[in-house]
């Protein structure tokens, strides 16, 4: 398959099936250590790769997610996941990975609370925004401006595809400075402490918070 594009000796591709157990290898390397909300939860290695597995697999599928290749080697060094914000998991897809569901109950509640305002006040429709679900460069390919890149990638397909905006929810503070450096601005912020589910606050001992960050696009004439 031929890149999109190449920027810095860096190549872009369609996330593809041919990419996806490298691409969820390196997604899992990335999350499970690197991004504050999934770490906390103490997922067991292998058990999270099987769901990345399955999560790549369908993303691939929806033919909107990117992948960026090291030109001297091929191998696979950053991603970008998206759908559309109001795409959900099937009742099916969710009884078949009931366990995976039970331990992510918490942050999909929080994800929600995040987004659900801005979906109402704006009156969002499918097809209306695109939501990146996760973002992640391989350590030793920081500083190349693969994620600014990535971003730019996503921008153009979610501008062919007629999308009103882009959005992004950011517990990292580094992927904030990124969004921030791309002309995303803060929609809503959620202490972590603050959040509540039901009676219970699941991520009390943590401290920040999380961020959603969004872009209005410039359509094309369709």
């Known amino acids: 398959m031929y890149p999109l594009f190449e920027k810095n000796e860096i190549y872009y591709y369609l996330l593809t099936y041919e990419d996806a ?8 390397k990335i999350f499970l250590v690197r991004e504050p909300l999934t770490r906390s939860i103490g ?12 999560l790549v697999y369908y993303l691939a599928d929806l033919k ?3 992948i960026a290749k090291d030109g001297a080697d091929g191998r696979i060094v950053g991603f970008v996941f998206t759908k559309d914000l109001l795409m959900k998991p ?9 366990e995976y569901f039970l331990k992510i ?3 999909m509640k929080l994800t929600e609370c995040l987004s659900d305002e801005f979906i109402e006040t704006n ?3 499918d097809g209306e925004c695109l939501y990146i679900m996760g973002i992640g460069i391989s350590l030793g390919f920081l500083g190349r401006k693969i994620p600014e890149t990535l971003l730019d990638g996503i921008e153009s397909i979610a501008t062919a ?14 992927s904030v400075g990124l969004f ?4 995303y601005t803060e929609e809503k912020y959620i202490q972590y402490k603050s959040f509540r589910n039901g009676d219970k606050y699941p991520f009390m001992n943590m401290n920040g918070g999380i961020r959603l960050m969004k872009k209005k696009l410039t359509l094309k004439n369709k």
């Open 21 to 28: 157990y490298e691409t969820a290898e390196v997604y899992t």
């Open 43 to 54: 997922f067991e290695r292998n058990f999270y790769f099987q769901q990345a597995l399955k």
């Open 64 to 66: 909107g997610s990117l």
């Open 90 to 98: 099937t009742e099916e897809y969710i009884r078949e990975n009931r």
């Open 105 to 107: 109950e918490n942050l």
């Open 123 to 125: 009156k969002i429709k």
């Open 161 to 174: 595809n007629h999308y009103k905006y882009v959005l992004a929810d950011c517990s990292n503070p580094l």
């Open 180 to 183: 921030r450096r791309k002309e």
